[in-house]
């Protein structure tokens, strides 16, 4: 297929996606031309904006009261809005990152039935929010799932385990959420200073944080540094002004948290098992941390404890285990030589089986094949 342009289509504007710019950055230097339209839901972003040579339309819809029927009728907005501007240009392929932007190519492709649908499949959709919803609604939503799957041209899942969610599909390629090697110098100079665990990311309960605080208050000599946005922000901010155990740094770009990364003694991805899509995560922080080669505390009910035991970068630990958490983490503190070869391993494992470069083919050619 001779593809002109292709739209890409993301609900959310509030912070760069690292997968959404790592595909669109790669399609621009094969030469495709590209636009994405992100829904801003806080209208905090200029309505046009070329980033990183990455041209975006932010569709400004206001989000006001966060209640789900409020959310509902602007995604809607977002849709109708995106759809009406995407059918006035020639366009050959709609990328729908995730489930609720896959109806914007489904409109488009009722009235151009040549425009070519790739289903950026992010999450597990209705496992995701299953816990949020009535169950007839979660029904419906893996119903509508099913059917998102069946019209796309091509499903884009971020690991071999989810593969198995999309079988009705024409075709499924793996894209973990990886990016191109880059060699960070660690920075542990201070043999005297704590040993600091960091976690940049979602602060939530189901990523296992009030586990990681609990266990690092009960421990001399070990420091808990924390980035991200989530629920749990303002009770950390809290906790931070209480205990020098606890930091927060705020919400910080990629490149911060890789340079956090770098400078701590360790990190930790956990995933509370109580949905498919959290125990089927392909979380981009176990590759950062096996990139830069630091280890990783992971909890066993998630699929990176596989790859934690397989290239031995790790401990693998139950999910709510306090005790198994502070015993990791002692292991680790207290063993400089079984940090530096785990952190090691992890890192040759990244460059010789996870970075960005062995994937990048076969996403590119996902576009070709169309």
Request: net charge positive; proline share 5%.
């Amino acid at each position: 297929m001779n593809v002109n342009k292709i739209v890409m289509v993301v609900s959310s504007a509030s912070k760069p996606n690292p997968r959404v710019y790592r595909e669109a950055k790669s399609l621009i230097e094969h030469g495709f031309n590209l636009i994405i339209y992100a829904w801003d839901r806080e209208c905090s972003h200029p309505v046009s904006e070329l980033n990183e040579g990455i041209y975006f339309e932010h569709v400004q819809i206001k989000l006001r009261h966060r209640n789900l029927f409020e959310f509902g009728i602007g995604l809607v907005m977002f849709w109708l809005y995106t759809f009406l501007k995407v059918l006035m240009q020639n366009v050959s392929v709609i990328h729908c990152h995730d489930f609720d932007t896959v109806p914007v190519g489904i409109l488009v492709k009722l009235f151009k039935p040549n425009v070519k649908i790739i289903y950026d499949a992010h999450e597990i959709y209705p496992e995701m929010v299953k816990a949020e919803i009535p169950y007839p609604l979660y029904v419906l939503l893996r119903w509508i799932d099913k059917v998102f799957t069946r019209i796309a041209d091509c499903v884009i899942v971020p690991s071999e385990e989810r593969k198995k969610f999309y079988s009705g599909a024409k075709r499924v390629i793996v894209v973990p959420n990886v990016s191109k090697f880059v060699d960070i110098s660690i920075n542990r100079e201070d043999k005297k200073r704590d040993f600091i665990i960091f976690y940049g990311g979602g602060l939530s309960e189901s990523t296992g944080i009030p586990l990681m605080i609990r266990a690092v208050l009960h421990i001399p000599g070990v420091k808990l540094v924390l980035a991200g946005d989530g629920p749990l922000k303002s009770v950390i901010q809290k906790i931070s002004k209480k205990s020098d155990k606890i930091l927060y740094l705020g919400i910080l770009p990629t490149q911060e948290i890789l340079e956090n990364l770098a400078s701590a003694d360790a990190t930790f991805v956990f995933y509370s098992p109580t949905n498919l899509n959290n125990i089927y995560s392909a979380s981009t922080k176990l590759f950062e941390a096996m990139m830069i080669g630091i280890p990783v505390i992971a909890n066993e009910e998630s699929v990176h404890s596989s790859i934690v035991r397989k290239y031995n970068c790790g401990i693998v630990v139950p999910f709510g285990d306090l005790r198994a958490i502070e015993d990791a983490i002692l292991k680790l503190k207290n063993d400089d030589i079984l940090r530096e070869k785990m952190g090691q391993n992890g890192k040759k494992a990244f460059r010789e089986n996870f970075s960005w470069e062995h994937f990048e083919e076969s996403f590119i050619n996902c576009y070709k094949d169309l």
